[in-house]
């Protein structure tokens, strides 16, 4: 069994930055490909960044373009989102999960955590 555990999360000012940590146990996070989701208040969850096994192809959603990060450390058996310039309208619960084959931008995911909460204030 996989558990995905998000940490990071929290209360910032727009323009700031926030780093989110998805750690894996269970299973060899080198086996998954690593899709960070956000869902905010009264909207459907919807896909941020990705990123495949081995790190070399990354994807994101538009809105994050230039403004988000993801990396993997499969040594730490950890993904992470880096996320600068943040606006208010990133405020959401973000979430990572984990599928064994291609990232995909829909929910098609195996694993999922649990959660963190980022708020940002204007």
């Known amino acids: 069994q996989v558990q995905l555990v998000e940490s990071g999360g929290g209360l910032v000012q727009a323009g700031g930055s926030l780093r989110l940590s998805c750690a894996a146990s269970?299973?060899?996070?080198?086996?998954?490909?690593i899709g960070w989701f956000r869902q905010a208040p009264g909207k459907e969850r919807e896909f941020v960044a990705g990123i495949g096994r081995s790190g070399d192809r990354t994807y994101y959603t538009d809105s994050v373009k230039g403004r988000f990060t993801i990396s993997r450390d499969n040594a730490k058996n950890t993904v992470y989102l880096q996320m600068i310039s943040l606006k208010p309208e990133d405020t959401a619960v973000y979430s990572c999960a984990g599928r064994s084959g291609i990232v995909l931008k829909n929910t098609q995911y195996d694993y999922w955590g649990q959660g963190t909460q980022v708020t940002v204030s204007s």
């Open positions: 269970g299973r060899t996070l080198s086996e998954l490909t």
